[in-house]
Antibody, heavy 120, light 108 residues
Framework: EVQLVESGGGLVQPGGSLRLSCAAS????????MSWVRQAPGKGLEWVSG????????RYADSVKGRFTVSRDNSKNTLDLQMDSLRAEDTAIYYC?????????????WGQGALVTASS | EIVLTQSPATLSLSPGERATLSCRAS??????LAWYQQKPGQAPRLLIY???NRATGIPARFSGSGSGTDFTLTISSLEPEDFAVYYC??????????FGQGTRLEIK
């Protein structure tokens, strides 16, 4: 059974940093692209970042480019998102999502999400 | 960036009725369009990918059609558990992957 479990969310002041982690199980992690998708309170879905299964390709939404860094450890089956210079508009639930193939942005499994609140 | 526009914003129907949800892309995405269902307090769930392929475990009452810029999600006969928010998503031109703003399907 595929499982994605996010951790690391919380309250942070604007300008601060936070690191999210996603622990994956139930599939061969290195064979699949992974992404972070967020949802601000009461709003729709916004793709944040994606990484290929091998980890050699990483892409970002313009809204987070230069502030967020995605990484993965295929030996530990984990996907991380380092978030720096956080803004109030980064407040959202952050979902870890699995792609259907090594470089694929169709998300066939999702975690339950981690809430990030950037507020003073 | 490809913009996806979903219509209607809200659809009010009764169980047993047929639901038709639309998604229009600002430029062609070929058939690289997916549909997701999201219920309150839950993560999204993949329903349809590549415009017309049902994801694993999705009931046959869900179907997708379209290509280029115009796509449709059809639910042939609504069950009580189908009332939720539905999002379309394109991956043809990325980054960024983009989502539509969502259609809320509510009980009439």
């Amino acid at each position: 059974e595929v499982q994605l479990v996010e951790s690391g969310g919380g309250l942070v002041q604007p300008g601060g940093s936070l690191r999210l982690s996603c622990a994956a199980s139930g599939f061969t992690f290195s064979n699949y692209a992974m992404s972070w998708v967020r949802q601000a309170p009461g709003k729709g879905l916004e793709w944040v970042s994606g990484m290929s299964g091998s980890g050699d390709v990483a892409r970002y939404a313009d809204s987070v480019k230069g502030r967020f860094t995605v990484s993965r450890d295929n030996s530990k089956n984990t996907l991380d998102l380092q978030m720096d210079s956080l803004r109030a508009e980064d407040t959202a639930i952050y979902y870890c999502a699995k792609g259907k193939a090594p470089v694929d942005m169709v998300f066939d499994f999702w975690g339950q999400g981690a809430l990030v609140t950037a507020s003073s | 960036e490809i913009v996806l526009t979903q219509s209607p914003a809200t659809l009010s129907l009764s169980p047993g009725e047929r639901a038709t949800l639309s998604c229009r892309a600002s430029q062609s995405v070929i058939s690289y369009l997916a549909w997701y269902q999201q219920k309150p307090g839950q993560a999204p769930r993949l329903l349809i990918y590549d415009a017309s392929n049902r994801a694993t475990g999705i009931p046959a009452r869900f179907s997708g059609s379209g290509s280029g810029t115009d796509f449709t999600l059809t639910i042939s006969s609504l069950e009580p558990e189908d009332f939720a928010v539905y999002y379309c998503q394109q991956r043809y031109h990325w980054p960024p992957v983009t989502f539509g703003q969502g259609t809320r399907l509510e009980i009439k």
